[in-house]
């Protein structure tokens, strides 16, 4: 079965960059890496996805590796604001019309000021 | 603003009193779904929807129903509530497709007594 692995907390500096590592050893050519994040009282935020190649928005790289068997999402310079648990998923295409999500754990991120 | 609203955001009741959980978006999206969040169980799908009259179980459907006789509506329903369904739940949406990103509300925290 597909499943992520993360570890549960990290901490960072204010303004410093982060790296946030996800595994998913068991992952099949189709399925998508995405990340979400999700704010305290608040529902999931898109944030990034990829399949093969990293990717870049205004919000964070995603660094994918050759072997797809890992990613690391990565804030350029982290902010108060990006607190967060950082969730990487896979997107499995399940049947025509549903797209499943594998859910990991999350990754607590902690902003030190 | 685009937005996925649900309503109300925290709801307490007794068991077998039959409830509805309203989720409503705005960006005109086709694809509705509903999950609920437990500790330790990341997001797990209940139901989704990939258009008007077209919903399909997800995950962990029993108890729950739903319906989608508009687009932009898509309700949960309990119909005789036990406190096992104690949860927080969120409403998402996006248009079709395995890349498009999931817009979620921001939850409603139920308590099943």
């Known amino acids: 079965d597909a499943k992520t692995t993360q570890p549960n907390s990290m901490e960072s500096n204010e303004e410093e960059p982060v790296h946030l590592p996800c595994n998913h050893s068991t992952i099949s050519g189709t399925d998508y890496i995405h990340w979400y994040r999700q704010l305290p009282s608040q529902g999931p935020e898109y944030v990034i996805h990829?399949?093969?190649?990293?990717v870049n928005n205004r919000m964070a790289s995603l660094a994918i590796a050759e072997d797809r068997k890992s990613s690391t999402l990565i804030l350029h310079r982290a902010t108060l604001r990006d607190a967060a648990v950082y969730y990487c998923i896979l997107r499995l295409r399940v049947m025509d019309s549903n797209y499943q999500l594998i859910w990991g754990a999350g990754t607590k991120l902690i902003i030190k000021p | 603003e685009a937005q996925v609203t649900q309503n109300p955001r925290y709801l307490i009741t007794v068991t077998g009193k039959k409830l509805t959980v309203t989720c409503s978006q705005n960006m005109n999206h086709e694809y509705m779904s509903w999950y609920r969040q437990d500790p330790g169980l990341g997001l797990r799908q209940i139901y989704y929807s990939m258009n008007v009259e077209v919903t399909d179980k997800g995950d962990v459907p029993e108890g729950y129903k739903v319906s989608r006789k508009e687009k932009r509506n898509f309700p949960l329903i309990l119909e005789s509530p036990s406190p096992n369904q104690t949860s927080l739940y969120f409403c998402a949406s996006s248009y079709p497709g395995q890349l498009s990103p999931l817009h979620f509300g921001n939850g409603t925290r139920l308590t099943v007594t």
């Open positions: 990829g399949l093969t190649s990293n």
